[in-house]
Each structure stands twice: as structure tokens, then as C-alpha cells.
């Protein structure tokens, strides 16, 4: 391929949403919830069309001020979207949820865009913004499931040390799995877009080490910090 991506053509994606359309009828057929699958479909291409057209537009007109705010409205919503597992003291813990995967998340974004990939200027939308989203979505997942496991565990009168172990080891499952899996089970998406580009798999294969520390790493602050602050919001978190 010569190092060029193979444009895909609006009706070439046919290709693909038929098959996931027919998915649908599927439902439909068997009687089962095939209006949320519809939506589901719907709202992503909705999402990544729309995307692709403001992150166009920012890679053109980037400023560092336009890239902080988005950060900014990034962990926001992560923080907040990680407590939705959560019946009940979501806004007692949202602080610790934003805490820990702005410091978690945010440590490992500046180490891999400064120290990994030495991007100049610091603030190239490019780099930052696809780094940005991988990390503080493990960060977000790793909190989720933390903070459902804490609350769970306490409900059940665990005492606090047992309580934040389980959580700890329940937020690092996902991410523990797919170290395990990367490279034999699956190529994960980051190698397979650079193999799929034409780049060399040694230099791929690098990139997606990178990866796989910086989810791993992202997720395991994230869920620590979100134990350690939510602590003293939780009742029996003082025992």
C-alpha cells in the first residue's frame, strides 16, 4: 500500500451496515429488543460522521486553548459516565471520579505525548486528542467498575481494606485481559490501523506496546486515586 491509507467511499461502508442492518431484522424476527440495536447503529455513524468532520476542522485551526477545552469536556464527561453504574451517592463521588482520571489519565497522556512521542507542538490535536480518548476511556472503565464494586462490597458489609481490594482487582480485569490477548487472540486497533496503512509491523508493533502500558498504567491510577479520595464519601470508607 505504499504507506497510504485505501480511502473508503460513503457507498463502499454499504458493504458493512447492510450486514448489520440484517443483524436487526434478525431481532426483529426472534422478538427481541431490535429498536435499541436500530439506535445504537443509528447514533454511531451519527457520532463518527460528525467527528470526523470537527476533528477535520480542528486539525486545521488548532490552538492550544481549543485542544485544552476539549480535554477539558473529555474527563468531564468520563467522570461523570463512570458513575452511571451507580443507584445511588453519584454526586457524593463524582469529585474522586474526576480526580483520579484527570490526575491518571492526565499523567500518562503527558508522559506519552512529551517523553514517548516528543510531540512538538505539545498540543498537536493530531496526537494528542486519538492518545487523549484511549486513555481517559480506560481511565473512565477502570473507575466504573471500581466504584460499582466498592459500593457493592461495602453494601455487604465488607470491611474497607477487602472492599477496595476487590474493587482494585475488578477495575484491572478488561485491561489484564488484553494484555493477555493482544497479538494472539487479536491485533488491536492502533497495529491493525498502521499495518493497514502500510507501516512497518516492528514500528506497529512498538506503538501498540505504547498503548498497552498507557491503558494499563491509566487504568490502574485511575482506580487507585478513585479508592484512595473516595474513601472518606463512603459510608464505612472511615473504618
Not at 504507506?3 to 431484522?25: C, E, H, K, N
Not at 506519552?112 to 490535536?125: N, Y
Request: with cysteine; glycine share 8%.
Amino acid at each position: 500500500m505504499g504507506g497510504q491509507v485505501t480511502p473508503i467511499s460513503l457507498v463502499s461502508l454499504l458493504y458493512v451496515i447492510v450486514p448489520a442492518l440484517l443483524v436487526a431484522l434478525l431481532l426483529v424476527r426472534w422478538s427481541l429488543d431490535w429498536r435499541k440495536a436500530v439506535y445504537a447503529l443509528t447514533r454511531m455513524l451519527a457520532q463518527l460522521l460528525l467527528v470526523g468532520y470537527v476533528l477535520a476542522w480542528i486539525f486545521d485551526n488548532a490552538t492550544a486553548w481549543i485542544v485544552l477545552g476539549i480535554l477539558t469536556v473529555m474527563v468531564t464527561a468520563s467522570s461523570w459516565i463512570a458513575l452511571s453504574s451507580l443507584d445511588r451517592g453519584r454526586l457524593a463521588l463524582w469529585p474522586a471520579s474526576l480526580v483520579a482520571i484527570v490526575t491518571g489519565g492526565g499523567v500518562m497522556l503527558l508522559l506519552v505525548t512529551q517523553g514517548v512521542l516528543e510531540t512538538q507542538p505539545w498540543f498537536a490535536p493530531r496526537h494528542v486528542i486519538p492518545l487523549a480518548g484511549m486513555i481517559f476511556a480506560n481511565a473512565m472503565n477502570a473507575v466504573s467498575l471500581a466504584a460499582e464494586r466498592l459500593v457493592s462490597e461495602l453494601d455487604h458489609g465488607a470491611a474497607w481494606p477487602a472492599a477496595r481490594n476487590m474493587a482494585m482487582n475488578a477495575a484491572l480485569i478488561p485491561v489484564t485481559n488484553a494484555l493477555f490477548a493482544v497479538g494472539i487472540v487479536s491485533l488491536p486497533g492502533m497495529m491493525t490501523g498502521q499495518i493497514l496503512a502500510g507501516v512497518d509491523p516492528f514500528i506497529a508493533a512498538r506503538y501498540q506496546i505504547m498503548v498497552m502500558c498507557m491503558i494499563f498504567a491509566s487504568a490502574g491510577f485511575s482506580a487507585a486515586l478513585f479508592l484512595l479520595v473516595a474513601r472518606a464519601r463512603l459510608p464505612g470508607g472511615g473504618d
